[in-house]
Nanobody
């Protein structure tokens, strides 16, 4: 059971990125999933969640510029970020709650986004 994140990089302020997180060993269609981020010296913060059923949920700072989505046929979770700002610089982690009766937390390895002004 694994998550593999990709899509991070160095970008100028105002640019856009799409992060991807590919799952293996489980089906994303049966899992609540989300993106978190952690800037240097800070705690990991929730960016957005996409539950199995229902609408996505966003942290306040993510409303308007971040879009979480999933393609269950590709077993992949996405995070589109527009109008990137230097304060978005962080390592972005994908997360899944996996399992039918007993749930387990699965984390991706993180992908670094660096935004320069």
């Amino acid at each position: 059971v694994q998550l593999q994140a990709s899509g991070g990089g160095n970008v100028q302020a105002g640019g856009s990125l799409r992060l991807a997180c590919t799952a293996s060993g489980f089906r994303t269609g049966f899992s609540d999933m989300g993106w978190y981020r952690q800037a240097a010296g800070t705690e990991r913060d929730l960016v957005a969640l996409t539950p199995i059923v229902g609408a996505p949920l966003y942290n306040d700072f993510a409303k308007g510029r971040f879009t979480i989505s999933r393609d269950n046929a590709k077993n992949t979770l996405y995070l589109q970020i527009t109008s990137l700002q230097p304060e978005d610089t962080a390592t972005y982690y994908c997360h899944a709650r996996v399992g039918s009766t007993t749930k387990s937390d699965v984390w991706g390895q993180g992908t670094l986004v660096t935004v320069s002004s």
